[in-house]
């Protein structure tokens, strides 16, 4: 009996770790890392919310910043002017050449250009930073 509450608590705790390291919120992208549909990055005040979201039925994805408590109050959108249809394969990247990049499929369907860049940040309620530091040759 004893043998069986260790093995059970352990197992609650190994599985409150897991849980928690899924829940605690991504503040910055990387160059080795993407944020693909679904995924965001939160701003360190647990305010504003990145990521990609669709309006409405349009069926286009944009890329944009709104609150994290009232998701539908958009407050920023990259690629206004340019949306995404389909969902399938997009991905939010920095590229080997530093710039800020969204692809669908493999393909570059939107960029800004900052080469150099080293990650990008939510640092505080309003601010996405960029740290842009040229590798070292």
């Known amino acids: 009996m004893e043998h069986f509450q260790l093995t059970t608590t352990l197992c609650q705790l190994l599985l409150s770790i897991i849980l928690l390291k899924f829940s605690v919120a991504v503040d910055t992208l990387f160059p080795n890392q993407t944020i693909t549909i ?7 005040s647990q305010v504003f919310e990145m990521g990609f979201f669709s309006p409405g039925r349009s069926g286009n994805i944009y890329l944009g910043i709104w609150y994290k408590s009232t998701p539908d109050v958009v ?10 249809t389909g969902s399938v394969g997009v991905v939010l990247a920095i590229a080997e050449n530093g710039n800020l990049t969204i692809c669908r ?3 570059v369907v ?5 080469s150099g860049l080293r ?19």
């Open 38 to 44: 679904g995924q965001t990055l939160v701003s360190q």
């Open 105 to 107: 499929d493999g393909s």
């Open 110 to 114: 939107w960029s800004v250009n900052s």
């Open 75 to 84: 407050v920023w959108v990259a690629n206004r002017n340019e949306p995404i």
């Open 119 to 137: 990650q990008i940040r939510f640092y505080s309620s309003w601010i996405l930073e960029t740290c842009s530091r040229r590798r070292e040759d």
